[in-house]
């Protein structure tokens, strides 16, 4: 395990972040338009000023080299554009927030989808996995920059039960239309993927065994099918882990959550380099720690992959 | 000598205006005081000398003063300044400052502090986006040569002379000097707070203000929170207990909110418009529309073929039906623009063109013969692309331009569209044919507005260069008399209205949605809406 844990950091995540890091400097760079460039020239003097502070006087291959002396060291820099912070501290702020929200969303989406889909599977061709597929296919179709004002205009505006948007510490009213609509998706992914890889499971010839001896369903369910079944949805949930928890642009720009989604877009529109590289390389260490984790957990559910 | 002295008086009578929430007697006031703003985006800093456009300045003045301000509507006021005099033919101002101003600890806000506060403004190394407006706007003597390190920041034409005197140097006689200071970036700064916490000084925890309120919370990308201080000098007057700032950038997102009754007064242009329709069904009296001192146009670029010829932009310039555009397009308070200035520029008329007062059939006509005489005609068609940012109005308009100029000759536009940051590079490289551009007055005088095609204006981006025009503006600037100075600014239109360096289209209005139960507000041509001056009634 120590082995796999090691190997992981050093042969795989630390190499796969330096490239993500490197591409990511670069790229930004090459986007045209610069954090500075605003619609009211400044003289060239004070743009050498303010290019100086920020390094970008220096050459590219300078800046980058110092980006990464930094980097090591865990400093991501001053912000670009929010003057008053460095992107740690923003960071720092926004990463609680789209966790919160991200993790409430996620269990609610791992439980229902799963219930939804095993549900589907075991009444296949009936009323109910139709009705779920349907819901589903709406789910996976209807986008969130539809969903979210939608249920504004029919919670805040109409019913007036809920507030359109605010965050205010995370209070349990102000998250629920927020993780209404960032689990929509996710619901609807994992109850596909729950029902299509149960089918197969139930239709499998130990299950068959199983049942042929007098099981009862619920015991094949729990003991047999659920784990097997469960191995695609594993596979989905680590990605879509980081997914959830690194905030949804839409549901944190439309709610005014100030979260992690925000910041990225934010960082992007206006060029924010420190801000774009801090979270692409946050996204990026989270992804490579799921993609761990769900590997690891693999090996819990079927043996045939156990880590060695 | 004669009109210096109207403006020393005028300015002591500046002074007794209302400068607070000034609530008609047997109102009924609501009985929390809090109100909610809209603010359109997060601002990028909370410190005055580094703000950088609307989002922090509508944020500095409420939690700062300056040495002026502005009432409900827009009017210089005194703010920390109690009077102010000119000498020497307005080259040397005298700013006596009030006895009772205090900073949000209890300190005494001093000369010293704008002293401070503008040198630190000034030093290249500062880096302020804003360091060349006291030199270049204000015409604060040495104020440019310290931007370009010719001179240290010790050197500014700013200097306290007592506590409560500010002396101002300035290069050349302004007039309008006063007007100038309204700016959100030129608040006294407390040099102790800034000295111990540095670049924390803003910090909710830290910051030490002056204005009638101060700051209690701030959350990046949610609210900023501010409720009043009591040691702002006129805190008697202030009705508000609580102002919260949102920074919502979504306008439809903001707008579903203020329908929940979760925001009281939308950021500026805070009016959705593809929901404009519905808003004016459902409530018509809540959306609130007032001129604008801004100009909407489309630049040429005099530097390359075919713009480089007069007759090809006047004959565009003409082709323009500016009525379709504000009344069928845009429909929310903007009016028509034949010239850059707005009328309702402090203390300027504006100027009827001969064009102007014609039919647009006859414009076409013009505009035919124009592009005929050019060398345009079948055969011959006039091609360019005509870039603007990426955004429906914009593309509306554009659409709808292009469709004009077919009406008078074969001109084949392609639009082309950038997301803004790279609209702004392409355009900055003047690599573009006909560009959409939009000027804000930084200052309510037309100056802020018709400087822009001066030849060393900063953001001259379609590179017009006439002389003639330079020297009109250069002298204005320094005319002292107000008649004389607007009959300046007035020549200058005519030269734009010959030369066509733009196609001016249209003068923004300022456009919020605001609850019926809030009060105080007027029509400030900058928009600009100061929670001090405002009030809620019962409701």
Not at chain 2, 407 to 429: A, C, I, M, Y
């Amino acid at each position: 395990m120590l082995r796999f844990i090691l190997r992981r950091i050093f042969l795989e995540a630390i190499p796969t972040l330096l490239v993500l890091v490197t591409v990511t400097f670069f790229l930004i760079r090459l986007a045209p338009g610069g954090p500075f460039s605003s619609e009211m020239n400044v003289p060239p003097e004070v743009k050498a000023a303010i290019e100086a502070k920020y390094r970008m006087d220096q050459s590219l291959s300078m800046q980058y080299l110092s980006y990464l002396a930094d980097l090591a060291q865990g400093d991501l820099g001053p912000s670009f554009k929010y003057k008053d912070f460095t992107v740690n501290e923003l960071v720092n702020k926004a990463v609680p927030v789209s966790f919160k929200l991200g993790i409430v969303a996620f269990i609610i989406a791992l439980i229902f989808g799963v219930g939804a889909g095993v549900a589907a599977a075991l009444k296949q061709n009936s009323w109910i996995d139709y009705s779920v597929m349907g819901v589903a296919m709406v789910g996976v179709v209807l986008p969130n920059f539809v969903l979210a004002p939608m249920l504004a205009l029919v919670f805040a505006v109409w019913l007036k039960v809920l507030p359109a948007g605010g965050w205010e510490g995370g209070q349990f009213t102000f998250m629920i239309l927020p993780v209404a609509v960032l689990c929509k998706h996710y619901i609807s992914v994992i109850a596909r993927i729950t029902r299509g890889s149960m089918i197969e499971v139930l239709g499998s010839p130990f299950i068959r065994t199983a049942r042929a001896k007098g099981l009862p369903m619920h015991y094949i369910l729990r003991r047999h099918a659920l784990k097997p079944a469960l191995l695609p949805v594993v596979s989905y949930l680590g990605p879509a882990f980081v997914g959830i928890i690194t905030g949804s642009v839409v549901v944190e720009t439309f709610f005014g959550i100030p979260g992690i989604g925000q910041l990225f877009i934010n960082g992007a529109l206006n060029r924010d380099y420190s801000m774009v590289l801090g979270l692409t390389i946050l996204i990026g260490t989270l992804m490579i720690t799921f993609n761990a984790i769900v590997d690891i957990l693999y090996g819990f559910i079927d043996p045939r992959i156990r880590i060695k | 000598m004669r009109y210096l002295f109207t403006i020393s008086v005028a300015a002591l009578a500046l002074t007794f205006n209302c400068q607070a929430a000034e609530v008609p007697p047997g109102t009924k006031l609501h009985a929390t005081q809090h109100i909610v703003i809209g603010n359109g985006a997060e601002p990028a800093t909370l410190d005055p000398g580094r703000v950088q456009g609307r989002p922090e300045s509508n944020l500095t003045v409420e939690l700062f003063e300056g040495l002026v301000s502005q009432d409900a509507n827009g009017k210089v006021i005194g703010g920390v300044a109690e009077k102010w005099e000119s000498k020497e033919g307005g080259k040397v101002w005298l700013f006596t400052l009030r006895k009772n101003a205090k900073w949000s600890d209890g300190s005494p806000v001093t000369a010293g502090d704008f002293e401070y506060g503008f040198k630190r403004m000034v030093d290249p190394k500062f880096a302020s986006d804003y360091s060349w407006y006291l030199g270049k706007a204000s015409n604060v003597i040495n104020g440019t040569a310290i931007v370009e390190g010719k001179k240290p920041p010790s050197e500014l034409g700013v200097k306290a002379l007592n506590d409560t005197t500010l002396q101002f140097t300035l290069e050349k006689p302004v007039a309008y000097l006063v007007s100038t200071l309204i700016h959100g970036s030129l608040m006294p700064i407390p040099r102790k707070v800034v000295e111990k916490f540095g670049d924390k000084w803003t910090d909710p925890a830290n910051i030490v203000g002056n204005g009638p309120f101060k700051l209690s919370e701030r959350v990046v990308n949610e609210r900023i929170v501010m409720v009043r201080n009591p040691h702002y000098w006129n805190n008697a007057k202030t009705v508000i207990e609580q102002l919260t700032v949102l920074p919502i950038n979504n306008q439809s997102a903001e707008y579903q909110r203020y329908r929940a009754n979760a925001i009281d007064v939308t950021a500026d242009g805070g009016v959705p418009s593809e929901q404009v329709a519905q808003i004016r069904k459902e409530v018509p009296n809540e959306l609130t529309l007032w001129p604008q001192l801004g100009t909407y146009y489309y630049t040429f670029n005099v530097k390359v073929k075919p713009f480089d010829d007069v007759r090809v932009r006047r004959a565009l310039s003409l082709a323009i039906n500016r009525d379709v555009i504000t009344q069928q397009i845009l429909s929310t308070g903007e009016t028509s623009a034949y010239s850059m200035t707005p009328g309702i520029a402090d203390g300027y008329k504006a100027i009827r063109h001969d064009w102007e007062a014609q039919t647009q059939a006859q414009r076409d006509l013009e505009a035919k013969k124009l592009l005929a005489d050019a060398g345009y005609g079948p055969g011959k068609p006039l091609k360019f692309p005509l870039l603007y940012n990426t955004n429906e109005q914009h593309k509306k308009i554009a659409l709808a331009v292009a469709s004009m100029w077919k009406r008078v000759g074969p001109v084949e536009v392609e639009l082309v569209n950038q997301e803004w940051k790279t609209f702004l590079d392409t355009r900055n490289r003047g690599d573009y044919a006909v560009t959409r551009g939009a000027w804000i007055a930084d200052y309510n005088e037309a100056s802020t507005m018709i400087d822009l095609f001066h030849s060393k204006h900063g953001s001259n981006d379609g590179k017009y260069n006439n002389p003639a025009y330079d020297e009109v503006i250069d002298k204005a600037k320094i005319t002292l008399d107000p008649a004389e100075r607007m009959k300046l600014y007035q020549d200058a239109e005519r030269i734009l209205a010959q030369d066509f360096p733009a196609a001016f289209m249209y003068h923004y209005s300022n456009r919020r949605m605001i609850k019926p139960w809030v009060k105080g507000y007027g029509k400030n041509p900058q928009g600009r809406i100061q929670a001090r001056d405002l009030y809620i009634i019962a409701h």
